[in-house]
């Protein structure tokens, strides 16, 4: 069992736990997952890890409230036991096993959207410990549902926001902020060299496809089709140069220009109609 020692409400639907998990918080790379439960007949849910604080032993996971399982972990309290927390999982960002020496000074840009701005915090956390530089673009439908704004602050270079509906920062969408960015006279250097896209998969897509003139390397991470989490089930399946990967083992982040983005939604989109009865059965419990 693993105790929750802080949760904190960042919208009336997204919360943030640390969670006590020792072995890892000790072993944790940026890019990563792990896999929670709740309960004994708890489903396996899989969830980037946030943060992780190797000498308090403490794990921090950002979870929003979509459906049945999200919902039941949503209403667990602090002194309260998450019964499985699995990990650390995946393979971490591929900059991990780039050397200090070529990590120094490299000029990153991370488009985030929605809950994808969680597992963004520790990449940037980690270039800033190695001295790279790092922007951020946080993208959200409107500046109630941001998150973790403040922490990004103390770890980005320049930390840029974007709403749909102009009540904070650029009234728009990512893509169009990251066009502004990228943009460069004839001659003129890269203002980055590497993209980094983590979010909804219709925005990764639309970043991919917004960023493939300016010839500049992307990495977008999978982990919202993934469900078992250990690439047994194959509800991940995804074309990556034209070739079947998984997004859990194989993956979660993988090289944008080569992901099959119309295929990945069609495959997101399956099991929306068991998690509606799964919300349906829900509503009626609580009704009574």
Same mark, same amino acid.
């Given at each position: ?11 009336p639907?997204?919360?943030?736990f640390k969670?006590e998990a020792p072995?890892?918080?000790?072993s944790?790379?940026p ?12 489903e ?12 308090k032993s ?18 667990l309290?602090e002194?309260?036991c ?5 990990g650390?999982?995946?393979n ?15 000029? $990153?840009?991370?488009?985030a !959207?929605?809950?994808g701005i %969680?597992?963004?915090y520790?990449?940037?956390?980690? @270039?800033?410990?190695k =001295?790279a530089h ?8 409107t500046?109630?549902?941001?998150i973790?704004?403040e922490?990004?602050?103390?770890y980005?270079?320049n930390?840029y926001?974007c709403?749909?509906?102009g009540s904070?920062?650029f009234?728009?969408l ?7 960015l990228l943009?460069?006279e ?7 060299d ?8 219709i ?5 991919t ?6 010839g ?6 999978l ?5 078992d989490?250990t690439?047994m089930?194959?509800a ?9 990967? $998984?997004?859990?083992?194989? !993956?979660?982040?993988?090289d %944008?220009y080569?992901?099959?983005f119309?295929?990945? @939604?069609?495959?997101? =989109?399956?099991y929306?109609?068991?998690e509606?009865?799964?919300n349906?059965?829900d ?6």
């Open positions: 069992m693993y105790k929750i020692v802080e949760k904190r409400e960042l919208t639907v997204i919360y943030k969670v072995v890892i918080a000790a944790a790379l890019g990563q997952f792990l896999i929670i439960r709740s309960g004994e007949n708890g396996r849910v899989p969830l980037t890890i946030c943060d992780y604080d190797k000498e403490l794990v921090t996971i950002v979870i929003q409230v979509i459906g049945h399982s999200s919902r039941k972990i949503s209403l309290n002194g309260d998450i019964t499985d927390f699995a650390p999982l995946g971490p960002a591929k900059y991990v096993n780039w050397s200090d020496a070529d990590l120094k000074g490299k000029r $990153f840009l991370f488009i !959207g929605g809950l %969680a597992p963004v520790p990449q940037v956390k980690y @270039l800033k410990s =001295g790092a922007d951020v673009i946080l993208g959200a439908k500046a109630s549902l941001l973790m704004e922490e990004l602050k103390e980005a270079d930390l926001i709403t749909d509906d904070k920062g009234k728009g990512v893509t169009e902020k990251m066009k502004s943009k460069r004839e001659g003129e250097a890269p203002a980055y590497e993209l980094v896209a983590i979010g909804p998969m925005m990764m897509k639309f970043v496809l917004a960023a493939k003139e300016f500049i390397p992307l990495t977008v991470s982990n919202t089709i993934m469900v989490g690439g089930c194959g991940c399946r995804v074309t990556v140069g034209g070739k079947v990967k $998984f997004a859990c083992s194989d !993956g979660p982040e993988f %944008a080569q992901v099959d119309d295929e990945a @939604l069609r495959r997101l =989109g399956m929306k109609e068991f509606a009865a799964a349906a059965r509503t009626a419990a609580s009704a009574k």
